[in-house]
Every structure is written in C-alpha cells, then in structure tokens.
C-alpha cells in the first residue's frame, strides 16, 4: 500500500501531476486512486471528464478518481459533534447560526478530507492512493493535524471537552449541556480513525509527499518551508518534482531570457532540495490536461520507473532540543573542503558556498523553536551540517 501527497504552492501543477503519477501507476499495474480535496472540479477538468463525485469513478483500467466533498464528509463524520458543540454555544445565548460558525475549527474541512482517505485505506481496494492537496501553505499542517488533535482530544475527553472549557471559562456560574453517549461515541471514533491516520501518514513505508514547483523563487521558497515542515512532522519526503520548464535555445531573445533564467532556477532548486532526488518537467506546448496527454507526461517524468518506489527515505533535516537549546542537523550537497559561509537572517538560514563558477546559496526556513534563540555554533561532518541554537 502507498500513499503518495502532492503538494506545492498555488498552479504549480499538483493537479496534473497527481493524475500523470496516478496513471503510470495503473499502466504498472497498481489499483491507484487519485483524489482531490480541491474546491473546485480540478479532477474532472484535468482528466476532462464529467461526474467525478464523491465515490470513486473508473477512469481506465486499474485507475479511480474521487473529488472529495468536505460538506458531506463533514455531516457524515461530525455531524454528532458539531451539533453538540453548537449547542454549548447557544446554551449561552449565542444565535444557533453563529454557534455552528464558531464550532468550525480551522482546517476542519482539510481534516475531514483526510478522513476520506482513511475510510478508503480502510476498504483495502486500492494498492495506491495519490492525494492531490489543495494550494496551500499550511497543507503540512493539516497532515499533522490528526495526531495532534487525538493527543489533545484524548487528554480533555475529547473535541467536545475542549469546547465546553471554553465556554465555562466564559460564563463560570452557568451550566454547559452534558454530552449524550452518541457524542461521546462518536468522538472516540473519530479520535481512533484519526490516530490511525497519523500513523498512517507518518510511515515512511508507505506515505510519502512529492514537492512540485516551478523554476522561480516563489514557489521553490514555499516548497523549501514545506519541506523542512514535513521533516518537523516526521513526514517523509521523496522527491521533488521541477515542473513547466522552458527548453533552452529559443531563436526568440524573449523565450531564450526566460529559459536562461529558468536554468538558474533549477540549479538553484537542485541544491535547495538536497539530497531529494528531482524530476524535471518541461512547459509542454500546450495546456497539460486530458488522459493521452497526461500519460505522454507521465512517462516522460518516470521513464521506466515504477512511480510508487520511494525514491528517497531519510532526514534532510533533523531537530533536537535539550534544555535550552536546539541542535539542527542539515544534509549538505558540499564538504569541510569547501568554503561556505553561514549567516542567520531571522527566521532564515543563509549557506553560501564557493564553487568555481561563483557561489551557491542555500537558504533554510528555520522552525518557530528558533525565535529567541541565538545562533551559537556551525560545524560540518561529512556532507552534514550541525548547527546550535541558544536561548
Ligand atoms: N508541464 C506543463 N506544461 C503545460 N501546462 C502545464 C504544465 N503543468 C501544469 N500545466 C497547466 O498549468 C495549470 C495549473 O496546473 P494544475 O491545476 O495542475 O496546478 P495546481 O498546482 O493543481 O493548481 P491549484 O493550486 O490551483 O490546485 C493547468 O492549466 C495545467 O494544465
Ligand atoms: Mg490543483
């Protein structure tokens, strides 16, 4: 079983490319579902074809699709909960339309899309599922979401404990409802599916995310976060995908520029995302989009390979904190031969590297922890950078 999460900064092409590696997968004979969770109908335009719902559809031979609804898996999963929660809430006066608005947690709607995912893992159908994240800085977040939730969850009795603290440090002389037995079943269930989730998630053996960008700054510094995230969380991360690259020699000065520029770019993102192994895509002549079209991706991205190897397991970034500090160990594409230099920017890290043709810079999103600490030591082992924050 394998669970493969494409994610990337808004338009980078998670969508397409989700569906490229899901039908390579079915071509390598793997029962593949590839879901969306994405608002809009982003499965049914890529693939052009209408009516994917909420239960998966047959695309090709091995290969299903599913648009995730998160009203519905909402209702279906929390429905009991909310219900609950909205009603401490308008014990207190508070207009019942408003109490269901404040019972809606943030990232709720991503959670439950990813509830869907595990009932489907649970069905045991699929040999591969390919998530599609919708756009989005936080999507890491979300993946985190359900261990830290059942943690929380468990030591408060639950969402619906949290809920009525809350409301109780409001109004302390007022009673809130008790919670029926279905509430507090439900959410045991739902703390349950969650943990498993996170296991599920966090198993390197079978989940993996995929990092799409594109050759410019602002979507490699998004991915490059989302990276050193998913290392926070104990996700692994096996690859990263290089997408809609312009060719070089281009008789037109304009396209030539941006193909130059480009190249520096993926120079750039090969060091940034070290050691992860890197796909380059080219910018086809037209919209990608369609199942010929996408498969012609595909093979060009694969080649030969089995999409669902994992192509890279381990740590290109490791933490660990001790009383007052916190030790960062970084993987490096250089050696103690080499001349680098270190700099902290605040919540940065900024390697500049000596090569022969000028220097290369590696910057590295440094995790909250870090804020009010001091940068107090640098020191390279092998191809491993050891940095030591203070407070
Ligand atoms: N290599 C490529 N060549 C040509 N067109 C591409 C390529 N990659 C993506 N596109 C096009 O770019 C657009 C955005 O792609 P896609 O929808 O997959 O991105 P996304 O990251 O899923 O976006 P969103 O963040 O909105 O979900 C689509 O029109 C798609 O066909
Ligand atoms: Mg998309």
């Known amino acids: 079983m394998r669970l493969i999460i494409y994610t990337g900064k808004g338009g980078t092409g998670k969508t397409v490319n989700s569906c490229s590696t899901a039908i390579m997968l079915a071509y390598n004979k793997h029962k593949t579902l590839v879901i969306s969770a994405d608002p809009a109908h982003t499965l049914s335009d890529a693939l052009m074809m209408s009516d994917i719902g909420h239960e998966p559809k047959e695309i090709l031979s091995n290969l299903y699709a599913l648009q995730i609804d998160p009203v519905t898996e909402m209702n ?13 809430f308008s ?10 608005e404040i019972a809606m947690l ?24 390919v998530l599609d994240m919708p756009a989005s800085g936080e999507a890491l977040r979300y993946l985190y979401f359900p261990k830290l939730v059942g943690s929380i969850g ?31 079943q439900s959410e045991l269930e739902l703390l349950d599916r969650l943990e498993l989730l996170s296991e599920v998630i966090r198993n390197p053996d079978i989940a993996s995310i995929r990092l799409v960008v594109n050759p410019d700054t602002f979507s490699i510094e998004n991915a490059k976060r989302a990276f ?45 995302f070290y050691p992860l192994p890197i796909k380059e895509v080219k910018l086809h002549n037209s919209e990608l989009c369609g199942v010929e079209m996408l498969q ?45 230099d270190i700099e902290r920017y605040g919540d940065q890290l900024t390697i500049k ?16 922890a870090t804020i009010g600490m001091k940068l107090v030591k640098a020191k390279l082992l092998g191809d491993e950078l050891n940095i030591l924050f203070e407070k």
């Open 296 to 340: 012609m991706n595909g093979e060009l991205m694969f080649g030969k390979e089995d999409p669902a190897k994992i192509f890279y397991i381990g740590k290109a970034f490791a933490f660990k904190t001790e009383d007052s500090t916190l030790r960062m160990t970084v993987k490096v594409p250089f050696t103690e031969k080499d001349d680098f």
């Open 353 to 368: 590297v000596k090569n022969p043709v000028g220097y290369l810079v590696n910057i590295i999103p440094l995790p909250s």
């Open 106 to 129: 943030p990232g709720m709607t991503q959670l439950f899309s990813l509830l869907k995912i595990e009932e489907v893992m649970r069905t045991k159908i699929f040999d591969c599922i």
């Open 76 to 88: 279906k999963q929390y429905g009991t909960i909310l219900s609950y929660i909205a009603s401490i």
């Open 228 to 272: 050193v995230s998913a290392s926070l969380y104990g996700i692994n991360v096996d690859l990263a995908i290089i997408n809609k690259i312009m060719p070089l020699g281009s008789p037109d000065q304009y396209y030539a520029n941006w193909a130059d520029f480009q190249r520096t770019k993926v120079e750039e993102a090969k060091s940034n």
């Open 154 to 184: 468990r030591k408060l009795t639950g969402l619906a404990g949290i809920f009525s603290g809350v409301t109780r440090m409001f109004q302390p002389l007022s009673k809130a409802p008790t919670p029926s037995r279905s509430v507090l």
């Open 91 to 100: 014990a207190k006066g508070i207009d019942e339309t408003l109490a269901y």
